[in-house]
């Protein structure tokens, strides 16, 4: 059976001061905060993962949002250097989280930058947003860490987003959804495309093959993927997407190492 690990790490109490860069900042209640956090966590873990808390950065406001400090693929974790300056110390304590784990180490290193929310990964193919937190020489040096482990890295265009996760992931079969007025290009997908009604719905965590976790934010979504067939884990994130949080930004998922 696959191991199924999860990073996560708790909001820092200066949460509210997170960077906003698409859309008017709003106040944060920092109390539901936590409290949707902790409900994150518990979905996971009942959905049988394994949770690894990474170490507070409680200087860092967006540090909840953990996803955006490594890319990880087979046995290897690449270490971003995040696009904001305020983010970058964010990967220290995660680097030596994946590092106990047991992945091998890999840095993007100045002049890249590159957020792990930019990365959509499925199967063989590597996604990699282009052109807000991550730059192309970001996107460079990760393709030539994952080319020895035979990833396909495609750059893909992004305008409308702070990442290439903000606008569109994957469900199990592979099908992209996305919420149309945030994708800059549908026609890239192709035939693989699927619209959602709503923008929280265009971000799924894939819990197995036949389950997904998503935003009550996003009933009318919720209501189209269960109709393919998927069982939907839905979670309360609102203070999360007040900063232009998603389900994929507040943890790593660690398969099979």
């Given at each position: ?15 509210a ?11 944060v ?9 902790q ?12 949770i690894?808390?990474v ?14 400090t ?20 964010e ?10 784990v047991?992945y ?6 100045a ?22 937190r ?13 080319a020895p ?17 903000s ?12 919420y149309e ?7 890239f997908?192709?035939d ?5 009604p709503?923008e929280?719905g265009s971000?799924?965590?894939i ?9 009550s934010?996003g ?18 994130i609102?203070?999360?997407?007040k900063?232009?949080?998603?389900v ?10």
């Amino acid at each position: 059976m696959e191991t199924r690990k999860a990073f996560v790490r708790r909001p820092s109490t200066r949460l509210a001061e997170g960077l906003v860069t698409h859309i008017e900042r709003r106040p944060v209640d920092f109390e539901l905060a936590q409290k949707q956090w902790q409900e994150y966590v518990d979905a996971l873990r009942g959905a049988g993962w394994q949770i690894i808390e990474v170490d507070p950065a409680p200087d860092c406001p967006d540090s909840a949002f953990i996803e955006d400090t490594m890319v990880v693929y087979g046995s290897v974790a690449v270490i971003a250097r995040p696009g904001a300056d305020e983010r970058k110390p964010e990967t220290a304590a995660a680097e030596e989280a994946a590092r106990r784990v047991g992945y091998q180490i890999k840095h993007i290193v100045a002049p890249g930058t590159l957020d792990g929310g930019d990365v959509l990964k499925h199967g063989g193919t590597v996604w990699v947003g282009q052109g807000g937190r991550t730059n192309a020489e970001g996107v460079r040096q990760l393709r030539e860490h994952l080319a020895p482990l035979g990833a396909n890295v495609i750059t893909v265009p992004l305008s409308k987003v702070l990442h290439l996760k903000s606008a569109v992931t994957a469900l199990p079969d592979g099908t992209i959804i996305g919420y149309e007025p945030l994708v800059d290009d549908v026609e890239f997908w192709g035939d693989a495309f699927l619209g959602m009604p709503e923008e929280p719905g265009s971000h799924v965590v894939i819990l197995d093959p036949n389950t997904v976790l998503m935003s009550s934010s996003g009933p009318e979504s919720i209501r189209k993927i269960q109709a393919r067939g998927l069982r939907v884990v839905p979670v309360d994130i609102s203070e999360f997407e007040k900063l232009e949080g998603c389900v994929t930004c507040l943890s790593v998922r660690l398969r099979g190492l």
